[in-house]
């Protein structure tokens, strides 16, 4: 059984453009949140997907957005990327009913120049 | 809104030392409190988690006892290992599972 997967494991931008993270949910998910994980600090939360629509949502700005699909799977978009967008960004399942753990994957480290 | 605090790293202890990790939380309603620990270059693992006043959670010799009184959820170890050199998040959610608020971590080296 597949844990939550994540994609790239690393990536390298530059100021202004765009990326795309994508992850994959542990089987029998159907939540899929995101967080962002600055150098020495906690995970922010970024979003929540469910039934492909964005359910909640933390104190990030429009260029954050992201999509989720029929199998669950999501994607991160960054739009007009800011040095300060370099972070671990963490993707993690859980199932809507009854399902309070949170299964994290190993991460996208993104590096912005 | 929901805030976690925890003691500020590093911690470094040597190998069967005890180890204790504070953490306190502000919360409206009843949350359901967490320590994840993350080891290098990797995600967040759930260590253990409370989900009401009392509750005490416990995995791998860790645990942690919910009190509501004192809006703690302080992690503690009788003897650390090497391997569990890690850092650690206590974190709480609401009843349902859902909005989860992280600390900003701990880092714990323990030395041979």
């Excluded at chain 1, 597949?2 to 690393?10: E, K």
């Excluded at chain 1, 949910?25 to 964005?54: N, R």
């Excluded at chain 2, 605090?5 to 190998?15: A, D, K, R």
Aim: a negative charge; charged letters at 20%.
């Amino acid at each position: 059984d597949a844990g939550v997967t994540q994609s790239p494991t690393h990536l390298i931008k530059t100021r202004g453009q765009q990326v795309t993270l994508r992850c994959s949910p542990k089987s029998g998910h159907d939540t899929v949140s995101w967080y962002q994980q600055a150098l020495g600090q906690g995970p922010q939360f970024i979003f929540q997907y469910y039934e492909e629509e964005e359910r909640q949502r933390g104190n990030f700005p429009d260029r954050f957005s992201g999509h989720q699909f029929p199998n669950y799977s999501s994607e991160l978009n960054v739009n007009a990327l800011l040095l300060g967008d370099s972070a671990l960004y963490l993707c993690a399942s859980s199932r809507a009913r009854g399902g309070e753990k949170l299964f994290f994957g190993s991460g996208t480290q993104l590096s912005v120049l | 809104g929901d805030s976690v605090t925890q003691m500020e790293g590093p911690v470094t202890l040597s190998e069967e030392a005890f180890l204790t990790i504070n953490c306190t939380y502000t919360a409206t309603g009843y949350p359901s409190l967490f320590w994840y620990v993350q080891y290098p270059g990797e995600g967040l693992q759930l260590l253990l988690k409370a989900t009401k006043a009392d509750d005490k959670g416990s995995n791998k010799g860790f645990e942690a006892t919910y009190r509501k009184e004192t809006t703690s959820f302080h992690l503690e170890k009788g003897s650390v290992q090497v391997s569990d050199s890690a850092v650690y998040f206590c974190a709480l959610s609401d009843l349902y599972g859902q909005n989860f608020v992280f600390g900003p971590g701990t880092r714990l080296s323990v030395l041979p």
